[in-house]
């Protein structure tokens, strides 16, 4: 998230409501004086003696407000720190520290301060939905439902709610509570074409073809010349009447063994995954019923990463189709299938894959990996400052401080502009309280 998203974000919170505080330094002037002029007032302005405690806490406020549109991300990070600890608990401040540290891309410790807010402000719809949005970056939908249900329970006709709760409902495999809110949203949009499609790519990915291909139909009748649905409602039509031709005559007494019928399962690697190229095998099992149902789906050999063990029992459970064994011409149950799902990461190119990759491990707090990451970029690249930053940023999150120094120091004498040098040596000469600024993107 951009220095000015961010910016916008906590000035939509309505933050610094007090009177103005003196010169430039007020939250009125934040929309036409030039934000390093409020930045040097308010930073005068707290350097004397503020004897109003409200006036002080607002003045950090707006020099953090100023600082975020000008992109010192850490150092306005810092003063709303420093605001919350003078002032008592506020929902709003909480939030806007919350935004500030998903921001640097530090979505984990940004967590925290969102579920404060919410105790202090439970009924507020936004911050429950930026909870779990929070939550379900850091790849925990299960903890992310009961904020999007308690979001619903205040806004019970926002449509795009139940979709977003179905979509976790998925991603943990609560498939028939997903199709509940799915259909929801058809019933709360009567006479719209995009949930009724959005419905029939979720019975798609689920192996519910027919289910799918009735709502492909209905959109079809709502927007005839809609060929996004054309295109779709050919292939499930295919695969419809594939699963519905006669099966062969078979003589055997014996159960034969099904002839699985399975679909790809890259539409099932964790997006996370593919950011931090995991990759590896998951041996699962599972049995077939008379229908060719798929059930009792279980991991036998694990992979050696949860999220894609995850990814292969949903994809078998939800993806796959078996036609069912024969036994005397009949259908039968047959159970213990085998199968190998192996997932694939996409080829890492170049310094700059390494580089979105680091960031995504400072995110999940695995700084070890972090600092792999940046090594790759640096060795590429001695002179990417970026790399040279973040990677101190790993170090200094796990509390190695001497080669975070060496980093700092060395990024300081990298960096063209002249503020940004002198917040690298401030942080070479004394390391703050507050978390370093994480650099998510590579400068230009």
Known sequence: MAGMEIAALVFALGLGGAAPVAGTCDQAALASTPAQTIVTDCTKLLRTQISDMDAHVMALHVRAQADLKIGRRMRAL??????????????????????????????????????????????????????????????????????MTAAIALKPQEANLYNLRASLYLRTGRVDDAFKDFSKVVELQPGVAAPLKIRAASYYITGQDALALHDLDAALHINPGDTEVISNYAVVKTELDALSAPMPQRGSTAPARAVARTHDCTMFYPPLSGRLSEAGDVLVSYDVDAKGTISNVSVVKPSGVARLDKAASLCVRWRWKDLPALKDDATVASPDHQAIIRFVPPTMAGPDDYFGRGVTH??????????????????????????????GVAFYMSGQKAPAIDDFTRAAGLMKNADEAVAAQELARGMPDAAPQVHAHQSN
């Open 362 to 391: 400072l995110a999940l707090g695995d700084y070890a990996a972090a600092k792999l990451d940046f090594d790759q970029v640096i060795a590429a690249k001695p002179d990417n400052v970026d790399a040279v930053m973040n990677r």
């Open 78 to 147: 810092q003063d709303l720190l420093a605001a919350a600890l003078l002032a008592p608990p506020d929902s709003k401040r909480l939030m806007a520290i919350s935004m500030v540290y998903a921001g640097l891309g530090l979505v984990q410790k940004g967590i925290e301060p969102a579920s404060q807010a919410i105790a202090i402000d439970p009924n507020q719809y936004a911050l429950l939905l930026w909870r779990a949005s929070l939550l379900e970056q850091v790849d925990q939908p299960e903890r992310a439902i009961p904020d």
